[in-house]
């Protein structure tokens, strides 16, 4: 039965209509697969000499086993976001005498060979190697490198839990962030206790059967709670649900533009997918703390340039880059009114000016780090304001690929929506402010960069009207393509 459900997989695949974009996001994953892939080999490699060198007095083993719950809660936090969980239509089958736990297994036998999975082999399996090789008893490393396997398919499993239950994640992603911040500022060493536990799961080999058994239970957990609502009328029913509006009649003085913008409000507010995208473009205020805590970073001025942008630059780069594709389930509707295509695009500046301009407010505390950096925030925003967006909405122009709003999917793994294309229109939106930084830091001073970053951006809001009306041209041109790539469906 495997088989079968293997080859119907391969034949969708290769009948789709979007057969071709398939392929490009393949090459890319594989892409993204030996890179990630080879930094954990590396990693794997050299983390044994590299705990031996820093902790001479320690042994690496140990280290290992103090630190590797944050391991697993980073990833599960990564997982949450980015792993996107397999998906099988299974009204046909349901029709037709397969039993439902062939479904079931089949289903969860595919997070198996997810590279989720496989990528802590890349890191455990060499660094077991070394602990081989430096003459560590084989009774103790093997059994310990089998129970690394086991909790990681244990996070797989997990993660199809939590993913149906947001709440859940956030209270893990909050356990994370209070565990890293006890650690960092020597509150409490939460890494004592956790390690205790994993040193014993080294120390005493027998003990491999705790996460053997917790990996079959989460198993047979997963495979009750599929099959509690594998049935037709679970799957094929409309679902009734109350209906709750809400007052935007504040958003009218915006004026023709309003009725736009409160589209775009409502549907971030009511589909899946436009939501999770809002609530991780806020995670790119944190990106700061990357580069200006580290005293490498403070010595290439361009490098913090590329920061500035990405702190207030969150919503622009991830819901941004996906207009229109937002709109594509009525986009023949909107086209069909009697409205002009600039207030259409105005409303997306705006939405994106709003989202810049929040985003710099909550940015304030990095006036910590020195009003050299905030001053080089405040530039980045300008910047993202007056040149980012008017490339992002010349990039929409270019992304004719649909959005199907109700599919439940992850923010960032799900290639529905993905167009080859926005890696080229990327490449502008980053290297351009560096560029517009790095020129006059290196013939001036580093105030002058500053300057001329944000000089740009105010200048891109004087020709405001002028950038607008060149890209509804484009918009304008591309129109019916647009609709007619909207109108199939993947």
């Known amino acids: 039965m495997i088989q079968k459900f293997l080859s119907l997989e391969w034949k969708q695949f290769f009948r789709a209509s979007y057969f071709q974009k398939g ?31 820093t902790f001479p007095e320690t042994d690496p083993i140990v280290i290992v086993n103090n630190f590797i719950i944050f391991w697993f809660l980073f990833d599960l936090v990564l997982r949450f976001f980015m792993q996107q969980l397999p998906v099988m239509n299974i009204k046909p089958l349901m029709t037709i005498p397969i039993k439902k736990k062939s479904i079931i297994h089949y289903l969860l036998g595919k997070t198996a060979i997810s590279f989720f999975n496989f990528l802590p082999l890349f890191m455990f399996l060499p660094f077991s190697i070394v602990l081989l090789i430096k003459n560590y008893p084989p009774l103790h490393v093997i059994p310990w490198f089998f129970a690394m396997l086991f909790l990681t398919y244990c996070i797989n499993f997990i993660n199809f839990l939590v993913n149906k239950i947001n709440a859940v994640f956030y209270g893990l992603l909050s356990v994370l962030v209070v565990f890293i911040a006890l650690e960092y500022f020597n509150v409490f ?64 003085r915006f004026g023709s533009v309003a009725p736009f913008l409160k589209n775009d409000v409502k549907l971030i507010w009511r ?48 819901f941004g880059q996906l207009v229109p594709s937002w709109d594509s389930e009525y986009y023949k509707l909107l086209m069909s009114q009697n409205i002009p295509y600039k ?13 810049v301009s929040i985003s710099f407010i909550l940015s304030t505390p990095y006036i910590y780090f020195g009003w050299k950096i905030f001053g080089m925030i405040t530039a980045g925003a300008l910047f993202n304001i007056g040149l980012n967006s008017f490339i992002t909405l010349f990039g929409g122009a270019l992304n004719r690929v649909p959005i199907e709003l109700n599919v439940k999917a992850k923010a960032f793994s799900n290639t529905n929506g993905f167009n080859p294309t926005q890696m080229l229109i990327a490449l502008p939106k980053v290297a351009l402010p560096m560029l517009l930084f790095y020129i006059p830091y290196k013939i001036f ?7 001329a970053l944000g000089l740009s951006g105010v200048l891109g809001i004087i020709f405001r009207n002028f950038f607008l009306n060149k890209i509804e041209s484009i918009y304008q041109k591309g129109k019916y393509k647009t609709i007619a790539a909207y109108n199939e469906k993947n």
């Open 23 to 53: 392929i490009a996001i393949k090459i890319l994953l594989i892409f993204g697969v030996l890179y990630f892939g080879g930094i954990a080999l590396v990693l794997g490699s050299s983390l044994y000499f590299i705990l031996k060198k």
């Open 189 to 252: 060493q939460i890494s004592k206790p956790i390690g205790v536990a994993f040193n014993a799961l080294y120390n005493h080999p027998i003990l491999i059967i705790i996460p053997a058994l917790l990996l079959v239970g989460l198993y047979y957990w997963n495979f009750k709670f599929i099959k509690s609502d594998l049935y037709v009328d679970g799957k094929v029913s409309k679902t009734i649900k109350e209906v709750k509006t809400t007052d935007l009649s504040w958003m009218d």
């Open 271 to 318: 589909n899946a997918r436009p939501r999770q995208v809002v609530m991780m473009s806020f995670l790119f205020l944190f990106y700061g703390l990357l580069f200006y805590t580290q005293p490498t970073y403070q010595k290439n001025p361009t490098l913090l340039a590329f920061a500035s942008m990405f702190i207030t630059g969150g919503f622009l780069l991830s």
């Open 343 to 355: 207030k259409y695009l105005e409303s997306k500046w705006y939405l994106m000016v709003v989202a």
């Open 445 to 451: 001073s580093f105030n002058i960069g500053i300057l």
